[in-house]
T-cell receptor, first 111, second 117 residues
């Protein structure tokens, strides 16, 4: 399969540690944010979302934090596993229509 | 539930040739997107359909790219003529209709990898 993360920022973590992936978004009018995971040769896959009226949302092993003051989004993965290795994209949605993707971060999980 | 289907999976063409990609979204999804993903970058929205109408095509290079969704279900994206810089993965995605102003995430297909030589 193809390598979608060839030139992306990379985060390397030990298996079992927590991972934090950061994202700066561009538009203060964005009202909905999504984190996607993309494995080689596959399309992006939804992980977790958050609306602009929230500052934190938790899923299974994942937490998204939103700081609208500095237009910053983060994804926290607890007890990172080898299967979490992928490229992670944040995406912002404006007005319910246009979805804009960030540049992405490649996560390496060392066994 | 079947996912978003795309074909072909891979395509290699020479510059100045034409190419077409096909997408069948998840059944019942009113919104369909075409994205271009250049190696090492995030997906870039080319065009968004709501049923068979275009919602956003501001980043579609209309001199060479065209897309249609005639019956509001499946869609085709065409490039004519292709340039070297069109080499990328073309992703199709779909999402349910918006209701009550709620945003929803997009479900992506595996993409078509285009190489222009």
């Amino acid at each position: 399969g193809e390598n979608v993360g060839l030139h992306l920022p990379t985060l390397s973590v030990q298996e079992g540690d927590n991972s934090i992936i950061n994202c700066a978004y561009s538009n203060s009018a964005s009202d909905y944010f999504i984190w996607y995971k993309q494995e080689s040769g596959k399309g992006p896959q939804f992980i977790i979302d958050i609306r602009s009226n929230m500052d934190k949302r938790q899923g299974q092993r994942v937490t998204v934090l939103l700081n609208k003051t500095v237009k910053h989004l983060s994804l926290q993965i607890a007890a990172t596993q080898p299967g979490d290795s992928a490229v992670y994209f944040c995406a912002e949605m404006i007005g319910g229509f246009k979805t804009i993707f960030g540049a992405g971060t490649r996560l390496f999980v060392k066994a | 539930e079947a996912g978003v289907a795309q074909s072909p999976r891979y395509k290699i063409i020479e510059k100045r040739q034409s190419v077409a990609f096909w997408c069948n979204p998840i059944s019942g999804h009113a919104t369909l997107y075409w994205y271009q993903q250049i190696l090492g970058q995030g997906p870039k929205l080319l065009i968004q359909f709501q049923n068979n109408g275009v919602v956003d095509d501001s980043q579609l290079p209309k001199d060479r790219f065209s897309a249609e969704r005639l019956k509001g279900v499946d869609s085709t994206l065409k490039i004519q003529p292709a340039k070297l810089e069109d080499s990328a993965v073309y992703l199709c995605a779909s999402s349910p209709s918006r209701s009550g102003g709620m945003n929803t995430e997009a479900f992506f297909g595996q993409g078509t990898r285009l190489t222009v030589v």
